[in-house]
């Protein structure tokens, strides 16, 4: 269910990225995901903070603080920290990726491309390669926005997350949530 959130958190970095890092702005960044339950009844929620940077050697790094979900219901967001996430024993989920910068070094001021991210998600001891397409835009001179082209869906499966799920819907006394989840994000970076 997670690593969708962590697939979200791939980015890629603009240019003058030889010479500075880039930080998360937490405030500007949003990190979404639609989980489906009783069949047809899809909810959105969302991680509140997420933290991350951009190294001068094109090495990303970003954290989201697993305890941060925000499902609009606090009963709900205590059961999946945890017997979802386990948040005690696994306080967060990390997205590793290594890019080209000058892949898009070429971007302008308040234009965009579309760049392929391929990182690797590490999260409950677990680590999955996740992919996606995403929109990078050149906000200012100093300011990023990375957004997802088009929804990314993690499967439980994947990291190990299936019994979490069931303990949940014998929690909610639901007759079926899925396995799958579908993600997006908007990441904004600033430069330090």
Do not use: C, Y
């Amino acid at each position: 269910m997670n690593r969708a959130i962590a697939l979200t958190l791939m980015l890629v970095w603009p240019a003058g990225i030889q010479a500075e890092s880039w930080v998360l702005d937490n405030e500007a960044s949003h990190l979404n995901f639609v989980t489906v339950k009783a069949g047809d009844l899809a909810e959105a929620h969302r991680f509140r903070t997420l933290s991350g940077e951009v190294s001068v050697d094109g090495a990303a790094e970003i954290s989201i603080d697993l305890a941060s979900v925000d499902t609009l219901i606090p009963i709900r967001d205590e059961r999946m920290r945890e017997h979802l996430f386990q948040t005690i024993r696994f306080p967060e989920a990390i997205v590793s990726l290594q890019f080209d910068s000058e892949q898009v070094a070429s971007i302008a001021e308040g234009s965009g491309e579309t760049v392929q991210l391929d990182g690797e998600l590490s999260m409950m001891n677990h680590r999955v390669a996740v992919s996606t397409d995403a929109l990078v835009v050149r906000l200012t001179a100093t300011r990023v926005l990375v957004v997802s082209r088009t929804p990314v869906v993690v499967h439980a499966a994947s990291l190990r997350l299936v019994d979490g799920i069931e303990k949940l819907r014998e929690l909610a006394s639901l007759p079926s949530i899925s396995k799958a989840v579908t993600v997006s994000f908007a990441l904004t970076f600033v430069k330090q």
